[in-house]
């Protein structure tokens, strides 16, 4: 498609990917056994971080999966050797692995010995030994570091603790005084802060770099060693998102340059990156905070002698994010959000030209320690619709798959197709989304249908493995997902149209959906359910409060009563910016509360489930809907997980949660 660059001049938006092409046989493994089952939700590894070596022989990645005996996930390190053809796991209950700038070590975080194994240490792997090596002996969390580029030091981000109570001894009351005072994860908020903390590696000596009431993070080292960026927000943190960029001179009592004065978060969630020459540094460029996760993230360039920025991404109008510059500086390599798609993308400053680099069905995951740009060659974590995602590297030419960690697994399995849909909704909107039919499917017959509706809001489904959709689909369900109006991936004025206004045209968008499977001819249109987590949950609530034809409706970690989300939740910067206050502005809380102050309309037999300490979307909202529909003599349920937050951490808890929702749908639409 043609786009245009921040000067107006056109440039073009090329497709490189035709010309790679895949080795080491299909990606999706298609079985001819065994259907998924529910106990098979603990057989699915998950692939994390990832880092390649110098030389672009070896990669470090992680690897989670359910220790069933313990019922905990695990996170261990593996690594690749090209030259040998091997895959092998190095560390366990271990994390965020980078090679040292020679190779010869693996840099990790993992509890630390004795009276550390409270406490995430800096640890080291000899990767010609195989020997480890605890760095750091601190009663604190390192949770973030980087390696200076001549691998003498390294920079960590500490996260430095109030003083901890002894055990045994009556808890004392939590006083608080903060704006924002809970967080999702953390309970209650407390002093703690992120600093940045310098270690010299031979002597092993620890220097604290940065202190204040501020958080310090994304440590980032100049080329030459002199310098380091981090981002970092100042003032009464818990009232703003006003991130910047600062450069801490090493070796000078200069107070750190602001480098960037953006009104808005400049490098949230992605790690400030300098060009090989240090001139420059590319970051990601937040929008206009009042808008919140609704506004568009822009790749931008700032220039360090003239501290003027550049946006290069301008006219793309998609998110973006994971910069990462080419080795000579001529381009700079970075990840596209972009209608279910998920790439790797090349910007090429001889002509701006952006080129995407992986092919449009296979989707990329991951941040900026996802995947790493050596010697011209990219280490990459790739799925698709019929597997989930493994390790995979190219040369510019070639696309290899590396890792086969759910390929023994899968072997066995039948899975289902998954479709590419779209439908036209009445006021003329595009929607796009997929669908996932039952095996031995036979278009004669007429099926139940599920539809599953992501979080977010601004979120979207992408074109990847999903093991849910896969289990309904073996359990005779139609399974249907879209991206409705406000979901990302579709541009700014897509994903704004829901700003303040929630569960309007998202949930037309839904009830549309329904319409269109019902006209396939295939769909039960007495059998209809749908249901999702988070806004997912949210969005059914609003979805079965306008439209009774749904006859099973599941709701995970919801709220429909915004005002008992206020103080409740850790969203009070997010409420006052998109609603205002409620005493200012009720008739909007109001009208975004509609499913709980329209509860008399709801008919749909509904299940709710949530975690007792999501801080996120508390309980009191799932809570509150159950009281409603429970008084209306509504068939309902409400499921709650002990000690989980949002997103659960026991796996016995998200398979039985996957047991309700396959007992709630059996219930009502057979």
């Known amino acids: 498609m043609e ?11 090329s497709v490189v990917f035709l ?87 693996v840099a990790y975080l993992a509890p630390g010995r004795g009276k550390y194994s409270d406490y995430q240490q800096l640890w080291f792997f000899n990767t010609k030994t195989a020997t480890k090596r605890q760095m750091t002996k601190i009663e604190s969390s390192v949770t973030d570091f980087e390696w200076s580029p001549d691998g003498n030091r390294i920079v960590m981000v500490i996260n430095i603790e109030p003083e901890r109570e002894d055990e045994g001894e009556t808890q004392k009351p939590y006083v608080i005084d903060r704006y924002q005072f809970k967080q999702d ?31 310090e993070i994304f440590p980032s080292w100049s080329p030459d060693g002199n310098r380091i960026a981090y981002v970092t927000k100042i003032g009464d943190i818990d009232r703003h998102d006003n991130w910047d960029i600062y450069v801490l001179k090493l070796d000078s009592n200069e107070n750190p340059i602001q480098l960037t004065t953006h009104l808005g978060a400049d490098s949230q969630g992605s790690r400030p990156q300098w060009s090989p020459d240090g001139k420059q540094i590319a970051y990601l460029y937040g929008g206009d905070p009042k808008l919140l996760w ?41 990840v596209i959000e972009d209608n279910m798609k998920s790439q790797l993308a090349k910007y090429s400053f001889l002509d701006q030209k952006i080129n995407t680099v992986t092919p449009p069905d296979y989707y990329l995951s991951g941040w900026s320690k996802n995947y790493a740009v050596r010697n011209g060659k990219i280490g990459l974590i790739l799925s698709d619709l019929n597997s989930p995602d493994e390790i995979f590297f190219v040369d510019g030419k070639n696309l290899q798959q590396k890792s086969h960690q759910n390929a023994e697994f899968l072997s066995k399995k039948i899975i289902s197709q998954t479709e590419t849909i779209s439908f036209t909704t009445d006021d ?34 992408g074109l990847h493995f999903r093991f849910d959709w896969q289990l309904f689909a073996a359990n005779g369900y139609i399974v249907m997902a879209m991206n409705p109006r406000g979901s990302s991936g579709r541009g700014f004025d897509f994903q704004k149209v829901i700003f303040a206004d929630w569960g309007n045209v998202d949930a037309d968008d839904v009830s549309a959906l329904a319409d269109y499977a019902i006209s396939l001819g295939y ?26 034809r749904f006859k099973a409706a599941t709701s995970g970690a919801g709220i429909s009563n915004l005002l008992s989300g206020f103080g409740d939740d850790h969203y009070i910067r997010e409420y006052i910016l998109e609603l205002g206050t409620p005493w200012d502005n009720t008739e909007d809380w109001l009208r975004n509360s509609n499913p709980f102050f329209s509860a008399g309309n709801i008919k749909t037999p509904t299940l709710f489930l949530v975690g007792e300490k999501d801080y996120n979307v508390p309980l009191i909202g ?16 409400l499921i709650i997980y002990p000690d989980e937050n949002h997103s659960f951490s026991t796996p016995s808890y998200n398979e039985d949660v996957l047991r309700r929702y396959l007992d709630w749908y059996e219930k009502f639409l057979h």
């Open 3 to 13: 786009i245009f660059d921040r000067n107006n001049k056109p440039f073009y938006l």
């Open 19 to 105: 010309s790679l092409f895949l080795t080491h046989g299909s990606f999706a493994l298609q079985s001819q056994n065994e259907k998924f089952e529910l106990k098979d939700i603990n057989q699915i590894k998950d692939i994390g971080s990832l880092d390649v070596s110098k030389d672009a022989d070896l990669i470090a990645y992680t690897v989670s999966s359910v220790d069933q005996k313990n019922d905990e996930y695990v996170t261990d390190i593996w690594m690749l050797n090209f030259k040998k053809d091997r895959d092998k796991l190095i560390v366990r209950s271990a994390y965020s692995p980078k090679f040292s700038p020679d190779s010869n070590y």
């Open 185 to 215: 994860n953390n309970d209650f908020l407390d002093e703690s802060r992120q600093h940045l903390f310098l270690i010299e590696i031979a002597r092993r000596k620890l220097t604290q770099l940065t202190d204040g009431s501020s958080n």
């Open 294 to 334: 609704y506004a568009i993230q822009e790749l931008a360039i700032i220039d360090l002698d003239t501290r003027t920025s550049s946006i290069i991404t301008k006219q793309l109008d998609r998110n973006t994010s994971s910069p990462q510059w080419s080795e000579d500086g001529s381009s700079i390599f970075f």
């Open 428 to 461: 003329g909107e595009e929607i796009f989304g997929m669908m996932v039919k039952p095996h031995n499917f036979d278009p004669a017959k007429k099926y139940p249908l599920i539809i599953r509706m992501h979080g977010g809001p601004v979120s979207q489904y």
């Open 523 to 548: 769909v039960d249109p007495q059998r209809l359910g749908l249901g999702g987590w988070s806004y997912g949950g949210m969005l059914t609530n609003y979805v079965i409060a306008k439209d009774s």
């Open 622 to 637: 799932s809570e509150q809907m159950y009281q409603a529909l429970k008084h209306l003599n509504i068939p309902t349920q």
